[in-house]
């Protein structure tokens, strides 16, 4: 504040002999930099701060040209904005950094009375703090941006978003600008998990660490966005204090666990299936093996065949579940081996047909040998693949009784096309089912039997021999499951 009445009085009245004397011991004394000029660049007074700057004495100085005295300052900022306030005689105030002094400096340059007044604060000390919080800053952005988990941090108490990273976006499917409030954002609406009630503004996490200091340490809320998607999220917040206590700012950590939840899902959906597939073919097996013991015990032998047969069903349908299972375990380990030799793919084809049509008297499987193939595999899993792919054919055209199988080459590859004209599988479905434990639902929200296994472990047997199985299918047209296999490049003569 004196400064400013200082500068205005210097401005003013320069010249009143009355306060002239007094008025100059003052700025002495300050403990920044002034120096006045004349027109033509001549010094006509400077304090002790200038003197220092210049290290020389100040009657050496005084009448001395500043440009001719300090030549390195010709040409910087300094001379630059002295020059312009000179010819516009306009007042001019800026920041600047002077290699010469190796400083940074708060300056104002005026125009009075054909005299330059030039005023210089040292705000080195300053900058610096500046600059090292600004890099700090940086840095901390940085930390936050490589994070895989969704942080924002805001002031408080209105909320205002100081640092946020791409995450925090990710998660909520939401822009959140760089300066914004938390409040400004309601594209979406938070459930708590355990009883499904909705969140009011001021219960969240966050809010809750800035309005009332409570540590947060994990809160788990269902997310739903006005598109209708849902997302699972664990929410930590802490309340940043400063050294009174007060709560200065909030800090919120989001980790999404939607797909954590959605495992859990599956984990506890298989095991609710596989029990129940495993308890049917166990549970027929009892029965039998009763009423086989009753009639051992009777002499009456005349069914006793019909019993083992049924039983012996049962335990392959067994047999299969636990291979499934052991095979599902191999490929999650990268333990899945391969027997690979050269074999006839048209024979196989032909092979697994036969033995489907045995089982299976309605459906009537069609094979178009396009061209001869020879493929180099393992023939008992590739037999998996293309029983697996027509068992589902069957089951999901219940009513049709075609189905089509092609047999061709294509740019090197060995293809083959399951082809059906049942119920067709959705959309939504076809990225999926190729994963483990997935299993597709019908329009009633009904799943067809099964563990979800079987077109998840034929596209692994179909990677692993450097192919691929894909599908294509329209809901009420039925589906083509095509899988790919390299072709070798010579005959064998030691061809299955």
């Not at 033509?40 to 009448?63: H, M, T």
């Not at 909320?159 to 499917?173: D, S, T, V």
């Not at 015990?297 to 069903?313: E, F, G, I, L, Q």
């Amino acid at each position: 504040m004196f400064i400013n009445h200082f500068k205005s009085k210097l401005e003013f009245s320069y010249f009143s002999t009355e306060i002239e004397s007094s008025l100059m011991r003052l700025i002495d004394k300050v403990s920044d930099g002034i120096i006045i000029l004349d027109n033509n660049w001549n010094i006509l007074y400077l304090n002790q701060v200038f003197e220092k700057i210049f290290d020389q004495k100040r009657k050496d100085i005084i009448g001395k040209n500043l440009w001719l005295l300090m030549p390195q300052l010709v040409g910087k900022k300094l001379y630059r904005e002295s020059s312009i306030v000179q010819k516009n005689h306009k007042k001019r105030h800026f920041e600047f950094y002077s290699d010469v002094f190796h400083k940074w400096f708060n300056t104002t340059i005026s125009f009075s009375k054909d005299k330059l007044i030039i005023y210089l604060k040292d705000i080195d000390k300053q900058k610096k703090v500046e600059l090292e919080t600004k890099n700090y800053i940086i840095f901390l952005k940085s930390i936050i941006e490589q994070m895989p988990v969704g942080v924002v941090v805001v002031q408080a108490p209105k909320g205002n978003i100081i640092l946020k990273n791409k995450e925090l976006e990710k998660i909520f499917r939401t822009p959140v600008k760089d300066i914004s409030r938390l409040e400004e954002y309601k594209t979406w609406e938070g459930y708590r998990v355990k009883n499904n009630q909705q969140y009011k503004p001021n219960e969240w996490p966050l809010a809750r660490s800035l309005l009332r200091g409570e540590i947060v340490k994990g809160e788990e809320i269902k997310i739903i966005r006005k598109d209708g998607s849902v997302s699972y999220v664990r929410i930590r917040s802490s309340p940043i204090k400063n050294d009174e206590g007060q709560v200065v700012a909030g800090v919120a950590i989001d980790n999404e666990v939607t797909e954590i939840k959605e495992i859990e899902r599956k984990k506890d959906e298989f095991i609710s299936m596989a029990s129940h597939e495993l308890k049917t073919p166990v549970t027929t097996i009892k029965i039998f093996s009763q009423i086989l013991k009753k009639s051992l015990a009777s002499s009456d032998y005349k069914n006793a065949p019909t019993y083992v047969r049924k039983m012996s069903d049962q335990i392959v349908k067994l047999e299969k579940l636990v291979n499934n299972l052991l095979d599902v375990s191999r490929i999650q380990s990268k333990d899945l081996k391969l027997n690979k030799r050269y074999f006839s793919l048209n024979k196989l084809v032909k092979e697994v047909g036969d033995t489907i049509k045995i089982t299976d008297a309605f459906h009537k499987i069609i094979i178009s040998n396009i061209d001869k193939i020879i493929v180099y595999g393992d023939k008992d899993r590739i037999g998996e693949v293309l029983i697996n792919l027509l068992n589902n054919a069957i089951k999901y055209s219940p009513s049709v009784p075609e189905i089509r199988i092609y047999i061709q080459k294509i740019n090197k590859m060995a293809v083959v096309n399951v082809e059906d004209s049942g119920i067709g599988i959705e959309k939504e479905h076809q990225g999926k089912i190729f994963q483990r434990l997935y299993r597709v639902y019908d329009k009633k929200d009904k799943t067809f039997p099964g563990l979800g296994v079987g077109l998840f472990i034929s596209f692994e047997i179909i990677r692993l021999h450097k192919g691929t199985l894909t599908v294509e299918s329209e809901p009420g047209a039925g589906s083509i499951f095509t899988f790919t296999l390299p072709l070798i490049r010579k005959n064998s003569s030691h061809i299955k």
